[in-house]
């Protein structure tokens, strides 16, 4: 990837979660520019570190290049900061009401040639761009976790999705090293859901006592070929945020098995997240990076 072409990105990403620190990092490692949006004042101080440690755990992987200079890291409160963008990344709770009024705003702060691309796992895009002035600026893209280092990403494309939005954004993720993978809309689209309730699933064959977490990562990675195990992944997505998921794969497609099981909500109730926090299916001693 040519210098010249990175250049032509500033990419504004919001939300500092999960998701949103890891494709800022990945976009930074890459020397794009990113302007990170967090209203959570905590949560904003905390960013910029938070970035670095992706950026280190990246370079002793060796998933980011090593001639390039990294892109330049802003962090601010205000959707105004997005205003220079050239391409807008939300990231936020996956939920439907936030996500259209964070969508709306940024459309109005933002060029119309802009595109507007929210990284949900679930959530149809068809149902954000409805509350869109102009539909064809949004698209749908799913980063995997770590986003530094799962190099494919699900891009989806609405109904009203625009061509000039999809070539934005796969040139986007050509100069971020990703190979884009466009698939249609839909409630999960491909990976959440397929993934999503399998791991639900997963969870309710320990909630019922069946097996133990580890047996069924052992079974599934060494009889099935699941890389990690379903439930190690669970602790990498977040389990709030698989929680999230599953109600909406639930609510709109009428699937009981995607109903969150209650091994998962008690999890969830008690805070034990994942890797984040330090404990959910496994114990990490203290919350990950």
Do not use: W
């Not at 890459?30 to 905390?46: C, F, K, M, S």
């Amino acid at each position: 990837m040519l210098r010249e072409e990175v250049e032509d990105f500033s990419l504004a990403v919001l939300g500092a979660g999960t998701m949103g620190l890891g494709i800022s990092a990945l976009a930074v490692g890459h020397g794009v520019p990113v302007t990170l949006v967090e209203t959570d004042a905590a949560r904003a101080r905390q960013a910029p570190a938070a970035v670095t440690v992706q950026l280190r755990m990246a370079q002793l992987m060796n998933a980011l290049p090593t001639d390039r200079e990294r892109g330049e890291l802003t962090v601010t409160g205000s959707l105004v900061g997005t205003a220079g963008a050239t391409v807008v990344i939300e990231a936020i709770t996956e939920d439907l009401t936030l996500k259209t009024k964070v969508l709306a705003e940024t459309a109005a702060l933002t060029g119309a040639e802009v595109p507007l691309v929210s990284n949900t796992s679930s959530i149809p895009i068809d149902e954000l761009a409805g509350h869109l002035p102009d539909a064809a600026r949004l698209l749908g893209t799913h980063f995997m976790n770590p986003p530094y280092l799962i190099s494919t990403v699900e891009v989806v494309r609405g109904a009203s999705t625009g061509e000039a939005t999809l070539s934005a954004v796969t040139r986007l993720l050509g100069a971020l090293a990703r190979k884009p993978v466009v698939v249609g809309d839909g409630p999960g689209f491909v990976t959440s859901r397929i993934l999503h309730p399998m791991i639900n699933d997963a969870a309710r064959v320990v909630q019922e006592g069946t097996a133990t977490a580890e047996a069924v990562d052992t079974l599934m990675r060494e009889c099935l070929g699941h890389r990690t195990g379903p439930l190690s992944t669970a602790d990498l997505i977040g389990l709030d945020n698989l929680v999230d998921s599953l109600r909406v794969l639930a609510e709109r497609t009428g699937d009981h098995r995607a109903a969150p099981c209650e091994l998962l909500l008690d999890k969830v109730r008690d805070g034990h997240l994942g890797r984040k926090t330090g404990r959910g299916f496994y114990d990490y001693g203290k919350a990950q990076p």
